[in-house]
């Protein structure tokens, strides 16, 4: 979880603890203030050089930031795009790759291929690998789906193992 996620988690939760018309007053002031800084923060990002732009978006806080504000020079799906062919070397050493199907609602929609597809360990590397660099650069995204991961489940919901060896090891 980044910093910025947890300083959201803390605003909601501040304010769960209004109630009535006290709630709607301190809500319309986080909104009042998210509106002041984000027309702020437009202004820097409109004032700077791209190459800047493009360093400063490398840090966690900056770039939840200018997601958070629509200010981000790339869009989700080029960055996800990016984060996934900085994944697909690890993959590509086990005989497998992902497919980007596309995004909806939020949605990231990813396939498993090679290899990789429908292996229990293709659970591990979707949510450890795949999922964790999506995340990485594209913190408004609400979920991550991803096709050709084994869903067989033994006793109490866990994977079962599979009794040939499957060439994927958990990075």
């Not at 799906?77 to 984060?83: F, L």
Request: with cysteine.
């Amino acid at each position: 979880m980044t910093e910025v996620d947890r300083v959201g988690e803390r605003i909601e939760r501040l304010l769960g603890e209004f109630s009535g018309a006290d709630a709607e007053l301190a809500e319309e002031l986080v909104h009042t203030l998210l509106e002041f800084y984000g027309a702020g923060l437009a202004r820097i990002v409109e004032a700077i050089d791209r190459p800047l732009l493009d360093r400063l978006v490398e840090d966690d806080h900056v770039r939840g930031l200018l997601v958070l504000h629509d200010l981000h020079p790339r869009s989700t799906h080029e960055r996800v795009a990016e984060a996934l062919d900085k994944v697909r070397p690890y993959l590509g050493s086990h005989a497998g790759d992902v497919e980007f199907v596309g995004i909806d609602d939020g949605v990231v929609r990813l396939r498993l291929q090679g290899s990789c597809d429908g292996c229990p360990s293709s659970t591990v590397t979707a949510k450890y690998a795949i999922e964790r660099v999506v995340r990485e650069v594209a913190p408004e995204i609400s979920d991550v789906v991803v096709e050709g991961v084994a869903e067989d489940a033994g006793p109490g919901g866990r994977p079962l193992l599979p009794l040939v060896p499957c060439p994927v090891e958990v990075p």
